[in-house]
């Protein structure tokens, strides 16, 4: 892959997947997940907090940004970094981003040391990782284009020629069309509506 196409992609998941360790009784269930904000992993979070209520820890690990710069690993009563640091060992070494794994774990009475504990937690996230395929996603861009009924060609010329997908339309006097735009042709497209006589664009942020 050129350097040019890899402007604007990333490697995340392409679905759910589930990954499953066991150690002198104690068991780690997996979850990874493809995710694109916060509230998403919060709401993830949530939900394995009460399908297993009953589990000792529910430990995770995400990134997210195309550019890692937000993540957090969070080791959830287990011993320091014997947990959330191997997660996200795990997920750095796949280069993934956009991507939450937790492991839950179920005490089987014997303690298996920080080490045994770093092993467990890290072979149960590779695990989910492994039953997931990993993919090549776009960053894309959501741009709003206002105009009159009279730009109606121009403006579906300069779509059908880009191939953008349209996510809505309100066609009147006064039409509004909003797009998804490839991050790496936002700029071009811009200045190719700029130059189109009565009709505005405005850029609505990442899609």
Known sequence: MSAINQIDTYLTLKEDSEGLYKEKGSKFLAFAYPVRNEAEIKDKLDQLRKKYYDARHHCYAYILGKDQSIFRANDDGEPNHSA????????????????????????????????????????????????????????????????????????????????LQIIEQHFENQCQIILEVRQKLLEEITNKISDLNGVEIHNLGDS
């Open 84 to 163: 959330g640091d191997p997660i996200l060992g795990q997920i750095r070494s796949h280069q993934l981003c956009n991507v939450l794994i937790v492991v839950v774990r179920y005490f089987g009475g014997t303690k298996l040391g920080v080490g045994g504990l770093i092993h467990a937690y890290k072979t149960a996230a590779s695990d989910a990782i492994a039953n997931n395929e990993i993919i090549t996603a776009v960053l894309h861009e959501r741009v709003k284009l206002d105009f009159e009924y009279l730009n109606m060609n121009e403006v579906m010329k300069l779509i059908k020629d880009y191939e």
